[in-house]
């Protein structure tokens, strides 16, 4: 079956530095894959998409790159900032549907 | 960027009663919007794709009866969950497709989510 991973352990850093966060799938093979941003008590804000034909993508702090063969994509926040705490949602085109398919979300924390 | 609201952003009921929830495209319209279900500390779950004019569409292992769901028009879906329980407390989230130069594309608009909470 389809699935998605991301780490579900808070990822806590330091303001300033740059956070990764991993979003790895199996059993798919996606035109697209998407994150968002979770606010508690929110609904998902969209971020970035990047397509199975692009490497990277970047949005001012944000880049994310998209490695089809290890079925996996990478986010990075650059310069990181408090207001940058959230929860990051990976989000893939569910195979053969107009739909999406949402990772648990990785939970981030930058301290000042 | 459009909005989507969700009208109440919560509520409170007792066993058994329904409960209606609002999903609204604020600036364009959405002739398809989704609705998910999120449990604490889970991915969001989509439970049915909702068509204006037409049938809902739910996903496997959710029952139709039991989630209403009416999109009577280009910018409101509602979702209607009948005869509701303990284990129907979630959070219920809508999104709409965005459209761009008048296609779709492949990204989604949020509502900001209604917490139900059946006592």
């Known amino acids: 079956s389809q699935k998605i991973e991301q780490n579900s352990e808070a990822l806590n850093i330091q303001e300033g530095k740059t956070a990764t966060l991993t979003c790895n799938y199996t059993n798919y093979s996606p035109a697209y894959l998407q994150w968002y941003r979770q606010d508690p008590g929110r609904g998902p804000v969209f971020l970035l998409l990047i397509r199975e034909n692009e490497k990277e993508k970047r949005k001012e702090r944000l880049k994310v790159t998209f490695d089809t063969t290890l079925k996996q994509s990478l986010f990075h926040i650059t310069a990181s900032q408090p207001a940058d705490s959230a929860t990051y949602l990976c989000?893939?085109?569910?195979?053969?549907?107009?739909?999406?398919?949402f990772g648990k979300g990785t939970m981030l924390l930058v301290s000042p | 960027g459009a909005v989507v609201s969700q009208h109440p952003s919560w509520v409170i009921c007792k066993s058994g009663t329904s409960v209606k929830i609002e999903c609204r495209s604020l600036?364009?319209?959405?002739?398809?919007m989704f609705w998910y279900r999120q449990f604490p500390k889970q991915s969001l779950m989509l439970m049915a794709t909702s068509n204006e004019g037409s049938k809902a569409t739910y996903e496997q292992g959710v029952e139709k009866d039991k989630f209403l769901i009416n999109h009577a028009s280009l910018t409101l879906s509602t979702l209607t969950v009948t005869s509701a329980h303990p284990e129907d407390s979630s959070f219920y989230i809508c999104?709409?497709?965005?459209?761009?130069?008048?296609?779709?594309?492949?990204?989604?608009?949020f509502g900001p989510g209604t917490r139900l909470t059946v006592l």
């Open positions: 999104s709409a497709p965005s459209i761009v130069s008048g296609s779709w594309t492949d990204t989604q608009y």
């Open positions: 989000a893939l085109e569910r195979s053969g549907y107009s739909t999406l398919t």
């Open positions: 600036d364009f319209q959405a002739t398809t």
